[in-house]
């Protein structure tokens, strides 16, 4: 089993639509969690930190179920510029940051 | 702020050869660590650079070695060039201190080595 993974997509969408990525992890032990978004053929920029309690960022919300081993994406009100590949990665104590192969996003006008 | 920054941005090189790629980090950070990503995959850990010394390494042969500077730059060299290791190179800076595991990764623009 990888240590990382996510769903395959891609995933194509209308503009305006909400869609959400999933993402499972291996370790236990993992304690930090983020995901980036990946523009084709550019570097991974982050998009947001995964805290315990769930986060929001404006149309992006995270969440995490250390119990499921889950975390999850939410895009609200998607728009065209949300098109990318969206990274899922977890860090274990001591251990290096994971990446998951990454689930690609096409929102569609 | 500068950012992470990387060069060459593109490589050509044929099997056999070596090749060093460099990589300066984001102002204020320690920690440096390179990745290789393959066309449609996510970025794999090659190794992680903190005080001058590897302190993670992933699933890499020897071949692939790296150095960090004084100044905390680093560069990643690789001997004997394979076809397979055609790939974007990718060099990551963070914060190397107690709780640097939630301390995110910078990313820099990445080199496309291409191996022929």
């Known amino acids: 089993r990888k240590e990382v993974e996510q769903d395959p997509g891609p995933f194509n969408v209308p503009e305006g639509a909400t869609v959400a990525f999933n993402c499972t992890y291996s370790n236990s032990a993992s304690q930090s969690f983020f995901w980036y978004r990946q523009d084709c053929r550019k570097e991974p920029k982050l998009l947001m930190s995964?805290?315990?309690s769930g986060n929001e960022d404006g149309r992006f919300t995270a969440q995490l179920n250390r119990a499921s081993q889950y975390i999850s994406l939410l895009i609200r009100d998607s728009k065209l510029s949300d098109s990318a590949t969206y990274l899922c990665v977890v860090n274990d104590y001591g251990q290096n940051f994971v990446f998951g192969p990454g689930t690609r996003l096409s929102v569609l006008p | 702020d500068a950012g992470v920054t990387q060069s060459p941005t593109h490589l050509i090189k044929t099997r056999g050869q070596q090749v060093t790629l460099r990589c300066s980090p984001k102002s204020g950070h320690d920690t440096v660590s390179w990745y290789q990503q393959a066309l449609g995959q996510g970025p794999q850990f090659i190794f992680q650079?903190?005080?001058?010394?590897?302190?993670q390494r992933g699933n890499f042969p020897d071949r692939f070695s790296g150095h960090q500077f004084p100044n905390y730059s680093s560069e990643l060299n690789v001997n004997a060039l394979l076809l397979g290791d055609s790939a974007l190179y990718l060099c990551a800076s963070s914060l190397g201190a107690r709780d640097y595991e939630r301390s995110p990764l910078h990313f820099g623009n990445g080199t496309r080595l291409t191996v022929t």
């Open positions: 650079y903190y005080e001058e010394e590897e302190r």
């Open positions: 995964v805290y315990s």
